[in-house]
């Protein structure tokens, strides 16, 4: 049975990309996911939420919510970053066993907004534009040092999350990647909005990584604007700003297909909402209610 969640960054409160996102703090954030009818959450920035697992696991549970994942950034192309980005891995990995046991998840994403170079391609990523031979042995080498110390440390599983504007973005990239990684020991957070703009189609990666896909990021993908992102060679933060990452239906993925797609593979994790929230679109509580409704109608 597919359940799902929420996560901070839905309030503006990690890429703050919501105005008043001072207002926000972590019981606000929660008592609004709880109220909008979510059932989890992931853990969002370090220190935002409690680290103490007796006072984080407390306000959780008078929420009736569950702690499923935590996102963490790390370096992976330099190898000069691999132990850090592990160290934090660990610490996130920890907390989460320590307040939900075994089944969460650490998702790792790389260094975001990190290279100009890709900043100014998103959404047009060609293969000539990916890593060298060398440097996807290093980035694969720290993504699975990663993944080993989370089992290792903290008995977690670990996903690997793509994200524009990064060295894993396009379709081939990802394909790239998963060939190389171990697959008992890296899974896949499949971001259908992150994926589309990459120029790929979420259902048809559903069916292609059945076997890799972990845990599941509902994102949508406004299609004039991604195409006008694409004719303008927009960057990344500017493309979020006028609206890239629309609510859920109101743009090209096509959410009743990844939910079949789904089904069909027997995917019984969680779906995570991760919504850009613009002033535009008024508060972030109104934005979760509108996307959790949408997601009722189609049957979840």
């Not at 075994?102 to 890593?131: C, H, T, W």
């Not at 699975?144 to 599983?157: F, N, P, S, T």
């Not at 890799?212 to 604007?225: A, E, M, T």
Request: aromatic share 8%; with cysteine.
């Amino acid at each position: 049975m597919i359940r799902i969640a929420n996560a901070p960054c839905s309030w503006g409160v990690i890429e703050r990309t919501f105005e008043d996102d001072r207002a926000y703090d972590y019981a606000r954030v929660i008592d609004e996911m709880q109220q909008t009818g979510f059932a989890g959450t992931e853990l969002g920035d370090w220190g935002f939420m409690p680290t103490d697992p007796a006072e984080l696991r407390a306000e959780l549970a008078r929420r009736n919510l569950s702690l499923i994942a935590s996102w963490v950034t790390a370096v992976l192309i330099d190898p000069h970053g691999h132990a850090d980005s592990a160290d934090r891995a660990v610490r996130a990995a920890r907390l989460l066993a320590d307040v939900a046991g075994s089944s969460p998840l650490l998702v790792v994403g790389d260094n975001l907004f990190a290279y100009e170079a890709r900043n100014k391609i998103v959404g047009r990523v060609q293969p000539a534009d990916s890593m060298t031979n060398e440097q996807w042995q290093v980035f694969v080498d720290g993504v699975q040092h990663i993944a080993r110390r989370v089992r290792e440390e903290a008995g977690l599983r670990t996903v690997f999350h793509p994200h524009c504007s990064t060295w894993i973005e396009a379709p081939h990239e990802i394909d790239k990647l998963l060939e190389l990684t171990d697959p008992e020991l890296v899974g896949l957070c499949l971001d259908t909005g992150h994926y589309r703009f990459g120029g790929g189609d979420p259902v048809e990666a559903v069916h292609r990584h059945a076997d890799r896909i972990w845990h599941v990021h509902f994102k949508d993908c406004h299609p004039d604007v991604a195409a006008q992102a694409r004719r303008e060679k927009w960057e990344y933060n500017f493309a979020v700003g006028k609206g890239l990452f629309c609510e859920l239906g109101k743009g090209e993925v096509d959410f009743p297909a990844v939910l079949h797609a789904l089904g069909d593979i027997n995917y019984e994790g969680w779906v995570v909402i991760e919504q850009d929230v613009l002033p535009s679109m008024g508060t972030p509580k109104e934005a979760a209610q509108r996307n959790r409704d949408y997601l009722r109608s189609i049957g979840i």
